[in-house]
């Protein structure tokens, strides 16, 4: 199995790449900050990505924690070099998808509901009560809200796990086979993202 990288994800209407920063946002769990990471300089581009990449981008709940003491080469720290240069950008979470790994690509809005599912709260509860941010992270993220992109800039969305293109049938027989197919299929991928799910966030078991 390829292996699973946390925080990267692509514009649904656009395909174009991204790194998810906040998956939701205090006050507004329908809203992420994602960051493009097309047409950004060299520079801060590989540094992004190194940092999604370690250990230590892989390990924060959220990708804004590590970025926060994280500097880019020039010695800038990085979430506030993304905020100065308007490169946090907020996004419906519906509107984004988030591709850990080049085979599979899920909806943040649902990734979101499945981690609240696991963790037995409220969407609108995850980030006031799961993110490990700094206080100074806490007290950031409303504001880093100044570009945004509209629902009307991505599209309509559909709330659905990507599949394979759509295929013609010589019989009945052959597409109930090929529907089997892809139930299985999206089966699996579910048992995948609950898994990561549960690695982020544990069940909280009742007594």
Known sequence: MAQEIKHVGRVKATNKKCLVAYRTLPGDAYSC??????NMPDIYHDALINLVESGS???SYELAEALDRTQF???SRMLPWLHTNNRLIKAPTNAIEVTPTVQTSILLSELNQIIAEQRGVPVDQLA???SQAKETDKATAPK???????T???????PTIQTSDPVSFDSPDA???WYRSQADKLAKEAASYRRKAEELV???KTA
């Open 73 to 75: 080469p020039d010695g």
């Open 57 to 59: 981008g892989q390990s």
């Open 144 to 150: 880093l809200n100044e570009t945004a992109i509209s």
């Open 128 to 130: 006031l009560q799961e």
């Open 152 to 158: 009307k800039q991505v599209g309509k969305v559909e």
């Open 33 to 38: 900050l994602i960051i493009p990471t097309e």
């Open 175 to 177: 597409e109930a086979k």
């Open 202 to 204: 544990p069940t909280k």
